[in-house]
């Protein structure tokens, strides 16, 4: 299917509540779920609360989080060509395993007829939408059964990945119980989107009134930096090297981190000898969404992927990069891609375009060292290539 003529813009990090889990939502009457409640105008309105004690009585919420109208219409708004769309967060961690399987293979179901049916925004581009599916990672999980759902995920030719939190199966991604499931990811070529929902311990943010500051700026990047860097140490990107695995919010702190890590890893041997490689190397298995919102930050990402050959321990180091600073960025960017997490961070006064999608937009536009071939790259190209898509 042909997508329009101007440059293409892919968004990988856009999520719905699909209209089967709002529903699911709006039955429950403790978090995660929805309810209404009366604003401060005496209107009734539907608000989201996804974490017990979460300021604010959570978030207003309204048909941009299921409607795939709103979809199609925010893409249009924003030039987006092609969305990999995936359900957002808690999705099924807070049920029990046989209601997970089930709720997991229907929404599945529910996501493939979403992306395939009717994409084109009213009277505007023809889109296209993909999606990330859902296995039914929860405690007492059967692995029969995430791997029924693997094997259905791959069958459905619009879902071209699992989108994942940080649990696990409750004892988080480092758990043995998962070998089988990363070997199935792998061997399907799916690619796994590994997005926050806890956070850190609400303890640490003190008791200022700071609304939803502290846990999404900081609490959600150090989540994903803690689940990613327990994977590596558990070896799994050197059993599984061909697994694909794609960051939310740019890594969190792990660019910034990994060379401590290195360090840590090199002081510690019963870990040490555990690796394959120096810490970095793994930077350069993983894909960063470009969900940064700041040109320096985008640059630095790219800088520590790229570098990342330079740290392979084994065997020979011919194929490590040994160009200059400005090759090594180039090269990290092919590993970047643009995403706007809608239908999160709306704009406040109403504006047509959404200003967390236009920072993040010029954040790609100005990263200093990428010529146009690296800015298309993170904006589209780079995506069709990891999801096998066509423009
Ligand atoms: N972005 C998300 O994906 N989830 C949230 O809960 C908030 C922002
Ligand atoms: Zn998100």
Redesign the pocket.
Known sequence: MAVASHRLLVDI???VYLPRYAAFLRARSNAPRIFTRENAEGKTEERLLILDGEPSGGRPMGPQFWDKVEKLNFMERHGIDISVV?S??PWLDFLPASTAHQLASELNNDLEEYCSSSPSAAGGELKQLYGFGLLPLVPEVTTSSLLDTVRQISALPHLKGIIMGSRGLGKGLDDDALESVWAAIQKARLVVFL??HYGVDGKEWGDKENGHVLPLALG?PFETTIAITRLILSGVLDRYPDLRILL??SGGALPQLSSRLASCIDHDPVVASRLKHDARYYLGKLYFDA?AYGSEELGFVSDVIGRSDKFVKSGSSAGASKGTGAATRRLGSRRMLF?T?HP?FPPLGGAEKWKSVVENLEAIDGVHGWDEVDKDGVRGTNALSLFGLRS
Do not use: C, E, K
Request: glycine share 6%.
């Open positions: 990090h856009t999520h995936s957002a967060n997005h926050p959600f939310a919010h969900v995403g997490d999160f």
